[in-house]
């Protein structure tokens, strides 16, 4: 499967942006699809995750209550919405799909267990 993330830009603190992440290629509906970003000099890391059917999330604890993520099976896209937004959260931005069963309750916080990534949209949000 490919992935096309988009965007990105740049707001302001408190603003919202949504990125969206097109696929391509293989059922789309067979893949948990992730968030992550990286900040410049530190690791990527995880944000969120969607099921097969959209029905369950999670989140990286420093965005719940202000990010969600979605998807749209129909359309082949998954979406993340991200409201107040903080400097924080500026970061590069990738889509990633898994067709990796879990494997414990954590799995999806690794991005070892995404098979198949974006090439990233970038994030910027200023004070």
């Known amino acids: 499967v490919q992935l096309q993330a988009s965007g990105g830009g740049l707001v302001q603190a408190g603003g919202s942006l949504r990125l969206s992440c097109a696929a391509s290629?293989?059922?789309?509906?067979?893949?948990?699809m992730g968030w992550f970003r990286q900040a410049p000099g530190m690791e990527r890391e995880f944000v969120a995750v969607?099921?097969?059917?959209?029905?369950?999330?999670y989140y990286i604890d420093s965005v719940k209550g202000r990010f969600t993520i979605s998807r749209d099976n129909a359309k082949n896209l998954v979406y993340l919405q991200m409201n107040s937004l903080k400097p924080e959260d500026t970061a590069v931005y990738y889509c990633?799909?898994?067709?990796?069963?879990?494997?414990?309750?954590?799995?999806?916080?690794?991005?070892?267990?995404?098979?198949?990534w974006g090439q990233g949209t970038e994030v910027t949000v200023s004070s």
């Open positions: 290629g293989r059922t789309f509906s067979g893949y948990r």
């Open positions: 990633a799909a898994s067709s990796f069963s879990p494997v414990d309750s954590t799995w999806y916080r690794r991005a070892a267990n995404y098979n198949y």
């Open positions: 969607v099921s097969r059917d959209g029905g369950t999330t």
